[in-house]
């Protein structure tokens, strides 16, 4: 009789209060249904689906579909906080409704999720390119539409979301033009340390297919210390680093024959003089800038000739922009720092230089540092603030000669 008794209450339980108790008096409540269910078609014969997870205490998942007009049934189950699934070997140009429930040993969800209903039609074949080129803001991807299924492409390109199934429905796409075949995109605008999922597209009059899923997470910038000048973040000390961006030493170089004579990247204190590195930082020879290792800290990149030139037009052109880029007074400039009023937060400071042939100079009355754009096979582009002038100077300079660095966020 209290076996029968137990079975009745465990019953009542169930339908009424949606949970159920084992003999040793635990209660497991029946989860909560899914919501947000989406489906994706992704080829001819296959659908991926994504959904909400609203439950705490679910065994799984079921999912659900039925062909036309026909009556649901279960076609496959995950597991506890899986939420998507891919159903395959679907037939081509057919109408699929699918749903989700959730399930523990309680029982199944009140509810189901929201009902979506696709058709396979005739929609191109595509795959997602790998990711590559990887910034703090930034990363290239792409496609391969192998076939338009008998209908033109009309748009393709990659959306990407912080979460998992992106659809051209998300702002977050680009538009990289038309037809078969490979191509890349540039997924920018990122913000840092964050994972990312991106998928191919392509469009045709049938509908839009997507490829793979692929991920990435973003890199972290380095903190440094900047100011914004003009929609362009600047760093407002110089470079102070003795390794590349992967963590391989720069070698420093002292002896001013072997300064002279190198092809490869190198650096140098002012005067050799490590007491001045804590002020003025390191001295760079253009090798390192253009290393493809990377000079620069994460986040951030070496300014372009062209992005100088943005600067110095900002500040009402190069032939006064130097005094709003120096820093004012004769703490480290020699008088009279024609022009300096700091008035851009650049805080240039004159940390010298080291000549093609190995010699120092200047420390006090100029200020140097290199672009990344190269003029021809000897020199590169750098600039150059005076001790008796308010102009910026545009040098071309020996790839041997030692500048200081700035450096701008990606």
Known sequence: MKQILSAIIAI??????????????TTTVIPLAPTNLTATVISTTQVDLHWTDNSTNESGYKVQRKTGGGNFADVASTGVDITSHSDMNLTPNTTYTYRVYAYNSAGNSIQYSNEVTVTTNLIPIITTSPISDTTAVSATCGGNITSDA???????????????GPTVALSTKTTDGTGTGSFASSITGLNTNTTYYVRAYATNANGTSY????????????NLPS????????????????????????????????????????????????ANGPIYGKLYNWYAVNDLRGLAPLGWHLPSDVEWTLLETCLSGSSVAGGPMKEAGLTHWLSPNAGATNSSGFAGIPGGLRDYNGTFGNIGAFGGWWSSTENNASGSWGRGLYY???????????KSIGFSVRCLRD
């Open 12 to 25: 009542t339980s169930i339908l009424f209060y949606g949970c159920s108790t084992d003999n040793n008096g």
């Open 150 to 164: 008998g209908s033109a492409v009309t748009a393709r390109g990659v959306c990407w979301s912080t979460t998992s």
């Open 211 to 222: 490829g793979n899923e692929v991920s990435f997470t973003s890199f972290n910038v380095a």
């Open 227 to 274: 100011v914004t000048i003009c929609n362009q973040i600047w760093t407002t000390k110089n470079l102070d680093v003795a390794t590349y961006r992967n963590g391989d030493p720069i070698p420093q170089v002292t002896d001013p024959t072997q300064w002279a004579n190198l092809t490869t990247g190198a650096w140098c204190y002012c005067n050799n003089d490590a």
């Open 388 to 398: 008796g002038s308010g102009d910026v100077g545009r040098l071309d300079n020996s």
